[in-house]
């Protein structure tokens, strides 16, 4: 260790004197390491999360079988049954899936009460589920975030409207109007994913504005403004990709809701109808079957399961991912 | 163990005179204290074997930046440190090693041998319990007082501390009550067990200059009729030498210098203590210091960049009168004059700021900005004038879109205004990186990437890149370590004096203001006290309350600002106002603190199971 | 507060407006409401039809129907509403007052108790951060949030009662399921309770030997059937209970306020016995109420004569403790009814899996007791579904909020006065951390009147839910207005509740 103090030099010199620089607070700019912008962290530390991924191994896994198996527009089926054809009742309709030693069988879900092939069944429910949530997600997250937006940039009328729809959600329940509207929409996967995402938006919104109203007040926001830039640039360039966490997080639970509701709608038969299916159709269909061919009531719950789990462990990793502070420290 | 630090810092200087020796009372010691920490990117040692000794009724100010670790020694004597800590060495409050009691002894220990005083009086106190539910607490708990006789005795611990007619402020929440009263009532419930000893940390930093010296006062009262210890934690070296009786310079988590105040504050030996009395902007000895100097001469008939005629700006409150926060205003600032705008909080200094810079409306006046009246002023209108004006804003965490790469940060008010080629762009900002003295490859980095001081710097390369007439600077330097500010200071006075630009430079910091302004203008609730030159304002001031804020500023020399603090109480008695201090006889203190009630024993007895890990 | 509090009422009351017109219109426009009419193949059918578009006003326009929906409602105001009438002209009102009860029993029930466990876990898991306990949470809340809840609701339906009636008919417990029961309860509160590997260790083993002994008593004196506590357990109990109001409020060491609590016990074991009589078959709730009402007095008049200078914290040890005894109590008698009831239900078969009472009330001819369990056992498996959801909502939130709470600068300022764990977390975090849950109140009990209409359906409830849902089906919008505007009431007051609450919580919107 050398002795570098000199006491008879003059006062040192603020500016990048030796001295500063060996006792400064400050850290050097390490320009040797490499350069991670914050969603490269983001990023990181969501691959680094267990938990979600193996959540989302198992979403695709679920997503992947249900439109391979028996195809869904110019993807090819592999499943040689099909969701409608009635076959010869199998041992009397038992699932043919086994674990050890295991063996997949002529029907692996098992048949219906008239020969239908389960799993196809199942496949064809998981699909259309599928595609409403993922529907619903996209649109009711695309929807929320403009109105969010407008809402907390601007205040005046925008606010006024998203906090008394708010307010009217607090009064009628998200399922009952969702029922009405379901109703009304006829029990077509698409026009029901249309009216599920006009009522799905508005926890979304309510969030985007929070985190407007408070990215607003933040400096580097305050000097955009005070250099002239305009109100689309900074919303677009400031305000909402600092705002990209909650949206993206908010936009995973919001699938996982709409599984849930979906299935309670067709459930309580004002969501998908018949010819069509969905899981929660199956699940009201043979809900009165269970003691006889419980296979029938538990497949498709399962499956419902197993989505809405996956997609909410997915937002939980997401959720880690993007808000650091609450990670864990080693313990 | 290590206790040297890796880099080619100097040897630890031990001048240390006046340290206790081995059969003196000691309240609070530590003894080769060593704390890391271990976090998800690996340990990280904190404190590197620390030592020292605080005697009854002394003062031992512990000094350093941030990221010295000088807090969390301090923690380690209320062994409060969070779980992933280990703690090595021995420390001693009262006679008691604490690493070896049990959680339910070290719980009577807290508050009752050994109190806390935090720095943020506006968090300290829960907000949703009553002042006086929180002052009663520790004495119940500790069996000094218990229930209406607790009451009455937290009502005396108000008075004493200064805060006016106490039994009516026992009933408020701490929301009801101002920074420097809650600051009061937090220094009450530390003494209310009567302590040996004291660990203030920051006591005064997120006070006002003349909330702060009425503090000190009352803080340094305690030591005087209590004979309490006070371990003082603190960067500000005007504190210390109004308060310090012996002083500890933790540089890195060791301590590199001690003394007396006298010896660490007049000769420093060690470089790092010498650098950080270097970096400090002293009250009263005007310009020149730390190398930075301004062309002192503004030509008198420049345009003027700003000109206030009567303005008054207004918040409107939802079912009350409109809050008045500037009332009745009226200054000017010059081309390449810069202007200092002084005031405590909500004294209305950002508003003026913010109002200059077109994002809030003025009420009523007139506000001439390089010559055009922007009351009233459209958006669209507002805009080129906009780019004739640069901004800097306090947080450095905050000033800077997270998102968006550094040299995008700086390039940004060439984009919105359309000025140049992507190519003329970069080598613009290529340019001032070079001018803020920052290596060019920061380019493409994130500002989550750099420090608070580089962070600053940029934002003064954003604020210059259109070369502006006027520059707005919101309290530029407020959130940064000495030693950085200087840094950052100097490059600002180098491009001011390199551009020309007109300034306001608003800051609640006087001496930087003496340091830099060419006039001052100070304010207070709104209103303007007092303005005019800088050395009329700052060595012959008028009015009663820049005489008080100025004689308020402590300066980093014991024996000055012994002087200083004199002249300031005779002030204070001249203008009929009151000198802070402890309001009751130590003896009688003493007396009535012993507990009335038998100290129960803790039957929960939990072994340490939730304290730090011991070593 | 007061001006707070109605300005929020004055906003619901818009929005209530506003929504019966949203809803209204969709209503109306949701269908055919002849559609069964149209394929019908009766010969009145013309007759049916025209019967239908009278009763129901379909040849008016949209807004003539509304006005006349809304007359009839705002003549509530002078307490004579007129709710109209279904598509077949039965009175709404009656159908309302046939199937409001029920409903809002099973909402109300749910809600509180999902409020109650959910931020008690959810504080217990945040204390107990990254225990075993924490992560069983977690991973429960997760699991049940992903829950649908109508799936949740048939398959209790079968594990529940059909199951259940099975084991009721010949009650015994195996061994392997009472260790089984005994271990999850060992690694619950060992797991709580914390502490060094050997620590829990043994609590796990003391709580396993408890709880493993209980069980096995109740099996060998056929509990199951005849259940009931009896004075020890009573008074074990009400001890329990003082001990756990100590904790919570001043510690257990405080001689004082223990002699207060334990006196309030000896007056309570008194009352045991005068009460006795009139408990026997009491007339109606009323009885229960006052008799809770007096339990109440003498908990704080005892708290008041003993307490001395801590008075305050000695009235409310007292009446917390007094109350608890008298819950013990109700419970001992409410049990003892289990016998009667069992005898009385058909079949042997406690649990029905259809209707909202086991037998339904005219023909029901037990006592106040039993009269509790006809529609009590009906009450507890939809409870459990709807309540299930909303815990894991509650625990989530709560434990969010209590960690952020916990890293604030006052909880360390009141851990550097010496205070306990104890009393930092029951005194300094819990009320600020129960500030952000009361906003998130208001939409749980929203959700929970939507899963209400499902749990209804598959419980076969002639609920406030199977309204609606008929109301809806046959596109008769009467029906459907009804229930909105029991829910949406219900919600409103809620929402009132919970904004009461913030403010008593929170100082700062105070004034």
Known sequence: MTDNHRPDEPDPTPVASPVEEAYSVEKPIDLSQKSYSQGQLVRRRFFRHKGAMVSLFVLVFITGMAFTSIGYGIIPSWWDKTFYDAGATVDGGRPTLQLWPFQIGEHPFGQDTIGKDYFALTMRGTQRSLIVAFTVGLLSTVLGTIVGAAAGFYRGWVEAILMRVTDLFIIIPLLVLAAVLGKMAGGGIWSLALVLSLVSWTGLARLVRGEVLSLREREFVTAAEAIGTGSGRVIFKHILPNTIGTIIVSATLTIATTILLESALSFLNFGVRPPDTSLGLLISTYQNAFLTRPWLFWWPGLMILGIALSVNFLGDGLRDAFDPRQNRTAD | MTTTTQSDSGQPVYTGSGTPTGDEEVVLGFSDVDVRFKTEFGSVHAVKGVDLKVRPGEVVALVGESGSGKSVTSMTAMRLLPRNATIGGQVDVAGKEVGRLKEASMRRLRGNDVAMVFQEPMTALNPVLTVGTQVVESMELHGVARGASAWKRAIELLGMVGIPEPERQMKKYPHELSGGQRQRVVIAIAISCDPKVIIADEPTTALDVTVQADILDLLRSLKDKLNTGILLITHNMGVVADMADRVAVMFKGEIVERGTVEEVLLHPNHDYTKMLLGSVPRMGHGRGQMGISVKEEVDADAPLAIELKNLVIEYQRLGKAPFRAVDDVSFDVRQGEIVGLVGESGSGKSTIGRCALGLIPAASGEFQLLGQNITGMKRGDLKPLRKRIGVIFQDPAASLNPRLPIGECIAEPLVVHKVGDRKSRQDKVYELLDAVQLPREVYNRYPHEVSGGQRQRISVARALTLDPELLVADEPTSALDVSVQARVLKIFSDLQEQFGFACLFISHDLAVIDLLAHKVVVLQNGRVVEAGPRQQIMENPQEDYTQRLIAAAPVPDPLEQGRRRRERHELLREQGEEIVELKVDGEQFHQSSQAEVVDVEDVEDVDGTDGPTSR | ?511
Request: hydrophobic share 55%.
């Open chain 3, 1 to 511: 507060m007061l001006q707070f509090i109605l300005r929020r009422i004055a906003i619901s009351a818009l929005i209530m407006f506003l929504g019966s017109i949203l809803l209204y219109v969709l209503m109306i426009n949701s269908g055919d409401p002849l559609a069964d009419l149209r394929e019908s193949r009766a010969e009145n059918r013309e007759q049916l039809m025209q019967a239908r578009i009278d009763n129901m006003g379909l040849d008016e326009p949209w807004w003539q129907r509304y006005l006349g929906w809304l007359t009839g409602v705002s003549r509530c105001f002078v307490l004579q509403c007129d709710l109209g009438t279904t598509r077949d002209g039965a009175s709404v009102n009656a159908l309302l007052l046939a199937s409001a009860g029920a409903s809002l029993r099973l909402v109300t029930v749910a809600t509180f108790l999902a409020i109650f466990i959910g931020v008690t876990l959810g504080v217990l898991s945040a204390i107990r951060q990254y225990s075993g306990f924490d992560y069983a949470i977690t991973f429960g809340a997760f699991l049940f949030f992903s829950l649908p809840v109508f799936w949740a609701a048939v398959l209790l339906k079968d594990f529940g009662a059909i199951r259940f009636n099975n084991w009721m008919a010949d009650p015994a417990v195996s061994t392997t399921a009472t260790a089984v029961v005994a271990l999850v309860f060992a690694l619950a509160v060992a797991s709580l309770l914390g502490g060094s590997l050997r620590r829990q260790l043994v609590t796990g083993l003391v709580t396993f030997a408890v709880v493993f002994g209980v069980v096995f008593a109740f099996d060998q004196v056929t509990w199951w059937v005849q259940p009931a506590l009896g004075l020890p357990l009573i008074l074990i109990g009400a001890l329990g209970a003082l001990g756990f109001m100590l904790v919570m409020t001043v510690g257990l060491a405080n001689r004082r306020i223990l002699y207060a609590g334990l006196v309030t016990i000896g007056l309570g074991l008194v009352s045991y016995f005068v009460t006795g009589p009139l408990l026997e078959d009491p007339a109606n709730w009323w009885v229960i109420f006052a008799l809770a009402g007096a339990t109440v007095l003498v908990g704080l008049a005892v708290g008041w004569v003993m307490g001395g200078y801590e008075r305050r914290t000695a009235m409310v040890v007292s009446v917390g403790t007094a109350l608890g005894m008298a819950f013990l109590v109700f419970m001992d008698r409410l049990l003892r009814g289990w016998a009667g009831f069992l005898d009385m239900a058909p079949g042997g078969r406690p649990i029905g899996t259809i209707g909202e009472n086991r037998i339904i009330p005219e023909r029901f001819t037990g006592d106040f007791w039993e009269g509790i369990f006809n529609w009590g056992v009906q009450l507890v498996l939809p409870t459990i579904v709807l309540t299930l959801i909303s815990i894991a909502a509650y625990s989530r939130y709560t434990r969010g909020s209590m960690l952020e709470t916990i890293n604030q600068d006052y909880i360390r300022t009141a851990r550097s006065k010496g205070l306990s764990d104890r009393v930092v977390f029951t005194k300094h975090a819990l009320r600020n951390a129960l500030i952000p849950i009361t906003t998130i109140v208001a939409f749980d009990f929203a959700s929970l009147l939507g899963g209400a209409v499902i749990t209804e359906t598959i419980f076969g409830w002639r609920g406030l839910g199977a309204m609606f849902r008929q109301g809806l089906e046959f596109v008769d919008p009467n029906p459907v207005m009804a229930y909105y505007l029991v829910a949406g009431g219900a919600a409103v007051l809620m929402n009132m509740l919970a904004d009461i609450a913030y403010a008593s919580l929170d100082p700062r919107i105070r004034r």
